[in-house]
DNA sequence: ATCCATCTTCAAGTGAATTGCAAATAGAGT
DNA sequence: ACTCTATTTGCAATTCACTTGAAGATGGAT
């Protein structure tokens, strides 16, 4: 009894998420395993903000015995891919999320609950680019995370 | 032929500092150790961005042979003391830095030469409050990092 | 001068993530 | 379908920044 692994990825969303790895495994002489292919699937499941750890535990409790190299090593080729970008927090850990292309976020971090909101704010994006211009340099990227208490974890 | 140590303090803008450091440190029960010192004043002579391992460097060029775990515990007694900020960057490395009170700034780093330009901007600090106000977060604190080209390694 | 809580040192430990290597496998070529 | 080999996997060992345990040293209160 053969599980189906990769029918799934033509009733998500993700399709063009699948085809951009698809193209980009071709394009550079690298191989679809089973293993690339689940571990993806439940990557995509979990979303957003998926912790390799627990990315790890998910497969296992799901009968997918992988090493967690080789969840590590698969994170890295969608980030190579350009199709996850890597959030590293401040205590050591990180999370991946799907780098949805023409679509740009940033957090709201709840210091009690870990709870994480994501929010867009164009007039911000416009001032960084000012200060860069300002200051000589050209904008690549930014990151800007907000620390506070969640509505749910406010002192009475 | 001793080194005097604590004088220089009185000579360099950060009288406060120390000022504050040993209020800490009689408040707390904590001892003014020869170490210690010299330590924060190395510290405060490499201002800004003190990398752990760095300062360990320079004390080692010094004469000062403490050790590594002796040099973390400061940098964390100063943290604990808010008397200095850390920033973790996302390769795992982090730099210290000087918590001036009353004033705030933002990062702007190259991601070719690695130099870290400091800016200050009220409209994005009003922006991110207003945007914490909208999902009902309290809003604790931030993190914003500008990444880009500095003006001497911009590409021709 | 005594005393003891705090410190320093050095080595060992931590935890997320990476890497080396032998065995397995995808998939191109025949 | 079978071969061939570059790529991949699994597992253990390793790395890297940082922390911690423990035993002897020291600041500073009395
Ligand atoms: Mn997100
Ligand atoms: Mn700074
Ligand atoms: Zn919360
Ligand atoms: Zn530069």
Known sequence: MNK??????????????????????????????????????????????????QLFERLRKMGYYFGLATVYRTLNLLKDANLVDQLAFSDGRSVFEVNTPDSHHDHLICTHCRKVVEF?????????????????????????????????????
């Open 4 to 53: 189906k692994v990769q029918s799934n990825s033509d009733e998500t969303p993700y399709k063009w998420f699948w085809r951009a790895l698809d193209d980009y495994l071709v394009k550079n002489s690298l191989k679809q395993t089973k293993q690339r292919k689940v571990i993806v699937q439940e990557f995509l499941a979990m979303n957003p903000h998926v912790d390799a750890e």
């Open 120 to 156: 867009e704010n164009e007039e911000i994006e416009k001032l960084q680019l000012k200060v860069a211009q300002h200051y000589g340099f050209s904008l690549e990227s930014h990151r800007l995370d907000l620390f506070g208490r969640c509505p749910d974890c406010m002192p009475v």
